[in-house]
């Protein structure tokens, strides 16, 4: 029998744990009832899960809301992982016409210049070349909006993907929301590397589980606009859609000022957009491991089930009905 | 001298006494079969005491135990005086009786109760 393990730093007596994490959430999300803490409200907070014999780190982050309950007498701890400053951090300039700004400047340095402006500190950021505002009265200027959104919007464009890990660090690189495989059509872009999954799930491990494909998310037809002049369109057909179809997507970002940048943007963005969306939501016996953005094996003889997924949601439920994983899977 | 049985001082005359320990264990199953185990942790134990009570005075005491959130001590004669029993639940029934005898300390006319006590381990 495996004997559920959870140590939470500051904690006493968890009763319940829930870690999620998803792609395309701006922030892992971890909710905690125990007897007590001693943790206040903007306490950083670790969370290490699991069983006695194999546990592991699952979730650093921030203390945002404490809830006292009753008549349980518990308190509810909500914590978002590291990236919360950043989203919290709005650039309001005091002087409209002297905002951050930045010119000729990688996509990576932009940034990371714009999280260091949230006070975030650890980055794993990957070579995008991709280098903004490189004419002379072009500049990266970046007020009334959020730390996240404007890194984000940086990373979309690129079809890149910005996160932070389990242990705290904002990552910036070449993600996509399914798995990775050699022989992709994208495997040629700058930062691209096929996923390895990190373990496999089996009939012994699944509880339940379902597969699905649709094309909701499918777009063929990708325009990117920058600066005046400088626009780029890709497209291609899809065996999913009528001949001559097309489902657009526009993505606007004023310092784009470089012709083949924004020709790349749009291939690789329909490298990205046009394909099906093949999901596997399952439920699995608990598993730290199982965290978004990193990959599975899947090896299910209930559901004639072979293939290799991307991770694309993770949540983890550990309470006295036990510790379970659920899961939403995409495969390339 | 043998030890009464007692529960915060009240003498109890215990003719049924049931023990309760529980593991809290989750069970899945997953779909290739079998069951998976997981232990979540264990219950405290939970007595559960039928007894005779003689006199208004050690009724209305258990009465008032499950108002103050204070456990008391539980007292058997097999050896343990265990301090950290919360009464959660009393049920308390008065018996037809005429004269006493259980109770010799207290008046032979003294009311008879037979009561069911629900007592949670806190250590």
Same mark, same amino acid.
């Given at each position: 029998?495996?004997?559920?393990?959870?140590?939470?730093?500051?904690?006493?007596?968890?009763?319940?744990?829930?870690?999620?994490?998803?792609?395309?959430?701006?922030?892992?999300?971890?909710?905690?009832?125990?007897?007590?803490?001693?943790?206040?409200?903007?306490?950083?907070?670790?969370?290490?899960?699991?069983?006695?014999?194999?546990?592991?780190?699952?979730?650093?982050?921030?203390?945002?809301?404490?809830?006292?309950?009753?008549?349980?007498?518990?308190?509810?701890?909500?914590?978002?992982?590291?990236?919360?400053?950043?989203?919290?951090?709005?650039?309001?300039?005091?002087?409209?016409?002297?905002?951050?700004?930045?010119?000729?400047?990688?996509?990576?340095?932009?940034?990371?210049?714009?999280?260091?402006?949230?006070?975030?500190?650890?980055?794993?950021?990957?070579?995008?070349?991709?280098?903004?505002?490189?004419?002379?009265?072009?500049?990266?200027?970046?007020?009334?909006?959020?730390?996240?959104?404007?890194?984000?919007?940086?990373?979309?464009?690129?079809?890149?993907?910005?996160?932070?890990?389990?242990?705290?660090?904002?990552?910036?690189?070449?993600?996509?929301?399914?798995?990775?495989?050699?022989?992709?059509?994208?495997?040629?872009?700058?930062?691209?590397?096929?996923?390895?999954?990190?373990?496999?799930?089996?009939?012994?491990?699944?509880?339940?589980?379902?597969?699905?494909?649709?094309?909701?998310?499918?777009?063929?037809?990708?325009?990117?606009?920058?600066?005046?002049?400088?626009?780029?369109?890709?497209?291609?057909?899809?065996?999913?859609?009528?001949?001559?179809?097309?489902?657009?997507?526009?993505?606007?970002?004023?310092?784009?000022?470089?012709?083949?940048?924004?020709?790349?943007?749009?291939?690789?963005?329909?490298?990205?957009?046009?394909?099906?969306?093949?999901?596997?939501?399952?439920?699995?016996?608990?598993?730290?491991?199982?965290?978004?953005?990193?990959?599975?094996?899947?090896?299910?003889?209930?559901?004639?089930?072979?293939?290799?997924?991307?991770?694309?949601?993770?949540?983890?439920?550990?309470?006295?009905?036990?510790?379970?994983?659920?899961?939403?899977?995409?495969?390339? | 001298m043998p030890?009464n049985w007692s529960y915060g001082g009240v003498q109890l005359i215990v003719i049924d006494r049931?023990?309760?320990?529980?593991?809290?264990?989750?069970? %899945?199953?997953?779909?290739?079969? @079998?069951?998976? *185990?997981?232990?979540?942790?264990?219950?405290?134990?939970?007595?559960?005491i039928t007894a005779y009570v003689v006199g208004v005075t050690d009724v209305a005491l258990l009465q008032s135990y499950t108002?103050?959130?204070?456990?008391?001590?539980?007292?058997?004669p %097999?050896?343990?005086?265990?301090? @950290?029993?919360? *009464?959660?639940h009393v049920s308390i029934k008065q018996l037809n009786s005429i004269c006493q005898t259980i109770r010799p300390d207290l008046a032979e006319d003294s009311p008879v109760f037979s009561v069911d006590l629900?007592?949670?381990?806190?250590?």
């Open positions: 029998m495996s004997i559920l393990y959870a140590d939470i730093p500051g904690v006493t007596q968890p009763i319940s744990i829930t870690v999620s994490t998803q792609h395309t959430q701006s922030v892992a999300t971890a909710s905690i009832e125990c007897i007590s803490t001693s943790k206040s409200i903007g306490d950083e907070i670790n969370i290490d899960l699991g069983y006695n014999d194999d546990h592991g780190h699952i979730f650093k982050g921030f203390v945002k809301q404490i809830e006292r309950k009753v008549p349980e007498n518990t308190r509810v701890i909500t914590a978002h992982d590291v990236l919360s400053r950043a989203i919290d951090y709005f650039f309001v300039p005091t002087n409209p016409d002297a905002p951050f700004r930045r010119q000729n400047i990688t996509a990576e340095d932009l940034i990371q210049d714009v999280l260091e402006e949230a006070g975030l500190t650890d980055f794993d950021l990957d070579a995008t070349s991709f280098t903004f505002a490189v004419t002379a009265d072009v500049y990266a200027e970046v007020k009334l909006v959020s730390a996240y959104d404007y890194a984000h919007g940086i990373a979309d464009l690129l079809a890149w993907h910005i996160w932070a890990d389990e242990n705290g660090i904002t990552k910036f690189k070449n993600r996509k929301p399914y798995f990775m495989a050699t022989g992709d059509p994208d495997d040629n872009q700058p930062g691209w590397t096929a996923d390895t999954a990190i373990t496999t799930i089996t009939d012994s491990t699944l509880l339940d589980g379902n597969y699905t494909e649709h094309e909701r998310d499918l777009r063929n037809r990708v325009v990117v606009v920058g600066t005046p002049g400088i626009n780029a369109e890709a497209s291609a057909s899809s065996p999913y859609l009528p001949a001559g179809y097309f489902k657009s997507v526009a993505l606007f970002w004023p310092i784009l000022d470089s012709q083949s940048i924004a020709q790349n943007a749009a291939d690789y963005n329909l490298d990205l957009l046009n394909r099906l969306s093949k999901v596997f939501n399952a439920t699995v016996v608990g598993n730290y491991q199982l965290i978004a953005h990193k990959a599975v094996s899947v090896n299910s003889t209930k559901l004639s089930l072979i293939d290799d997924f991307y991770i694309y949601y993770a949540e983890h439920q550990w309470s006295a009905k036990g510790y379970q994983t659920t899961l939403e899977l995409r495969a390339k | 030890v049931v023990m309760d320990n529980d593991q809290i264990i989750a069970r %899945l199953n997953p779909v290739g079969g @079998g069951t998976v *185990l997981q232990y979540f942790g264990d219950d405290d134990r939970i007595e559960k108002t103050s959130g204070v456990p008391f001590t539980y007292v058997t %097999l050896g343990s005086s265990i301090s @950290g029993y919360s *009464l959660k629900e007592l949670y381990q806190d250590l």
